[in-house]
């Protein structure tokens, strides 16, 4: 596939319960983002990723959360004791590199439900 | 911070007529990026358009084109001849330039319906 893609498209948890959150970014790209977009916070910048650097994880909202990436490719946010304010959709985004100029081409998403 | 506003929660346009969405941002630096993109309800998106902020014309793609008042600090999009397909979640986008990483900021979005 050309796009990036996203795992699974809908989740739904239980409160209390982990979650794990997956992107494949577009091959080549180096610079991988991810966002939450939820009702009452809008659209939200949370990790970005250069290669398997995280240097800004200025928007992860807590401590439960978590990313990894791996192989300068796929990445795993891990949502950890998940409460019902996680229900969000993630999106994940990637660039050819972390330079502003590039185009971000986002995935579908992963609506998160957290009941 | 940078931040960015959409004051339109939802707009509504009749096909083949023209829309403008509204958009302004606060930010201290001078060299940074601003884009609209779309969000149909499959909740990919889009890019639509981009301007950069050190070149003064506008950006035109097809039928979409932005209005950019750096003073002011404004960026509005125009859709001419409104299709059906554009009915979406518009959101405006700021991002840092030089030697940034390209976190993308966003409004909070405007909801276009177009009907025919």
């Known amino acids: 596939g050309a796009g990036v893609s996203q795992s699974p498209s809908n989740k739904v948890t239980e409160k209390g319960k982990d979650v794990e959150l997956r992107c494949d970014p577009i091959?080549?790209?180096?610079?991988l983002y991810w966002y939450r977009q939820s009702l009452g916070q809008g659209l939200e910048f949370l990790i970005y990723f250069q290669g398997n650097s995280a240097p800004d994880k200025s928007g992860l909202p807590s401590d439960r959360f978590s990313a990894e990436r791996t192989g300068g490719s796929v990445s795993t946010l891990t949502i950890q004791r998940t409460q019902q304010e996680d229900s969000a959709v993630y999106l994940c985004?990637?660039?050819?590199?972390?330079?502003?100029?590039?185009?971000?081409?986002f995935g579908p998403g992963t609506r998160l439900t957290v009941l | 911070a940078q931040t960015v506003t959409q004051s339109q929660p939802e707009m509504s346009v009749q096909e083949a007529e023209t829309v403008t969405l509204s958009c302004t941002y606060d930010t201290s630096e001078s060299d940074y990026y601003l884009f609209w993109y779309k969000q149909p309800p499959s909740r990919q998106m889009i890019l639509v358009i981009r301007q950069e902020a050190y070149k003064q014309q506008n950006a035109t793609e097809n039928r979409f084109s932005v209005n950019f008042q750096k003073a002011a600090k404004s960026f509005s999009l125009k859709i001419s001849d409104s299709q059906l397909g554009d009915a979406a979640m518009y959101f405006c986008?700021?991002?840092?330039?030089?030697?940034?990483?390209?976190?993308?900021?966003f409004g909070q979005g405007t909801i276009l319906t177009v009907h025919p």
């Open positions: 091959s080549g790209h180096t610079a």
């Open positions: 986008a700021y991002r840092d330039g030089g030697t940034s990483y390209g976190k993308l900021t």
């Open positions: 985004a990637s660039s050819l590199d972390g330079n502003s100029y590039n185009e971000q081409f």
